[in-house]
């Protein structure tokens, strides 16, 4: 069952979502000595990663023992304006003293199955072979219903081997790498950030209107053991 929580405004939803995070981290570092966590491109989440990187997140954060991954990109150089890496970069990592080696990026400038491969091998190094399960998936919803890379009508939708996969986006005209559904319902943790009136239709579509993930890709986030939250402001709530 998913935990709504509404806020004022989207600026305390960014705090809150900071504080989130750093709950989480603090929780899986005491549970497991680290906290994995893969980020949302977008614009929505900028201002959270903004908080995270200010001196009073430093205090609370061991960034020793965080390792940051993406739960998509697009096909880009990293130093690109559409990079989801450059976004949380500019925003919070060049701030922030987390260890590169902690940085998981995936390489949007590689051929798009190259850099799925090589982002699924890098996921499976990293987690034991028998539970790639990340602590927390931060995800946006776009005003489509997509979150992360899969979109409506993509094959992404029902893709249920893979964990990460390279697909081509007609709606877009360019390709994307994106966890699939498979990864994310397999995390601890996944809590979606969203923001806006623009995006109150959808939302109560996907939250209260049945389930046609076909066209409302974010309802295929159901996690089998994780937790589901969703942070919005009362803007995006509007028809809840
Ligand atoms: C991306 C994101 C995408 C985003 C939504 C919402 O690469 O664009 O992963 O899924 O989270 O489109 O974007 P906004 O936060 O900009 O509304």
Do not use: C
């Not at 539970?131 to 919803?141: H, P, R, V």
């Amino acid at each position: 069952m998913a935990i709504i929580q509404t806020h004022p405004s989207s600026d305390e939803l960014a705090h809150a979502a900071a504080d989130h995070f750093a709950t989480l981290a603090q929780e899986a570092i005491h549970d497991h000595g680290k906290f994995s966590v893969a980020l949302a491109g977008g614009s929505t989440p900028r201002a959270t990663y903004e908080i995270l990187a200010t001196i009073e997140y430093a205090q609370k954060i061991n960034w020793e023992r965080v390792h940051v991954f993406w739960g998509d990109e697009r096909l880009v150089p990293p130093d690109h304006q559409d990079s989801n890496y450059r976004m949380a970069s500019e925003a919070m990592l060049k701030v922030i003293p987390i260890p590169n080696e902690n940085i998981h990026r995936i390489h949007g400038e590689a051929k798009p199955h190259d850099a799925a491969r090589e982002y699924a091998e890098t996921i499976r190094d990293f987690f034991n072979p028998h539970s790639t399960s990340i602590d927390l998936i931060l995800l946006g919803m776009g005003d489509d219903g997509h979150t992360a890379s899969i979109f409506p009508g993509t094959e992404a939708v029902f893709e249920d081997s893979l964990n990460v996969m390279a697909h081509y986006v007609e709606k877009l005209n360019s390709w994307r790498i994106t966890f699939t559904p498979r990864l994310i319902n397999a995390a601890q943790n996944v809590t979606f950030l969203v923001s806006g009136e623009r995006k109150a239709r959808r939302l109560r579509q996907v939250l209260v209107g049945p389930y046609q993930p076909e066209i409302l890709p974010s309802q295929v986030v159901r996690p089998s053991q994780g937790r589901l939250r969703w942070l919005v402001d009362e803007a995006a709530a509007l028809h809840l």
